[in-house]
Nanobody, 126 residues
Framework: QVQLVESGGGLVQAGGSLRLSCATSGLTFSLNTMGWFRQAPVKEREFVAAISWTGGGTYYGDSVKGRFTISRDNAKNTVYLQMNSLKPEDTAVYYC???????????????????WGRGTQVTVSS
């Protein structure tokens, strides 16, 4: 059974940091592009970051570039999202997802991901 389980969310003050983790099982993790998306109330799901299967390619949404860092540990089947300098507008449910596509363009599109976790809530207070 394939599972993606996010953790690490919580409540933090503006300017603070959080590290999200997404532990996976039941899939060939090392061959998949991994992505993070977020969705705030009444907003569409937004691309946050993605990382290629080798870890050599990392891609970020404009709103998080320079503040967030995505990484992966293929030995642990886990992808991480380090979030620094958090802002109230970063408040959302954060989802990790896996994709069999390998291009940067595909990595930014939620419809190119076929498996999703249930999400973890991140709340940034002002």
């Amino acid at each position: 059974q394939v599972q993606l389980v996010e953790s690490g969310g919580g409540l933090v003050q503006a300017g603070g940091s959080l590290r999200l983790s997404c532990a996976t099982s039941g899939l060939t993790f090392s061959l998949n592009t991994m992505g993070w998306f977020r969705q705030a109330p009444v907003k569409e799901r937004e691309f946050v970051a993605a990382i290629s299967w080798t870890g050599g390619g990392t891609y970020y949404g404009d709103s998080v570039k320079g503040r967030f860092t995505i990484s992966r540990d293929n030995a642990k089947n886990t992808v991480y999202l380090q979030m620094n300098s958090l802002k109230p507008e970063d408040t959302a449910v954060y989802y990790c997802a896996t994709s069999g596509y390998y291009s940067e363009g595909a990595a930014r599109q939620p419809d190119k991901y076929d498996l999703w976790g249930r999400g973890t809530q991140v709340t940034v207070s002002s």
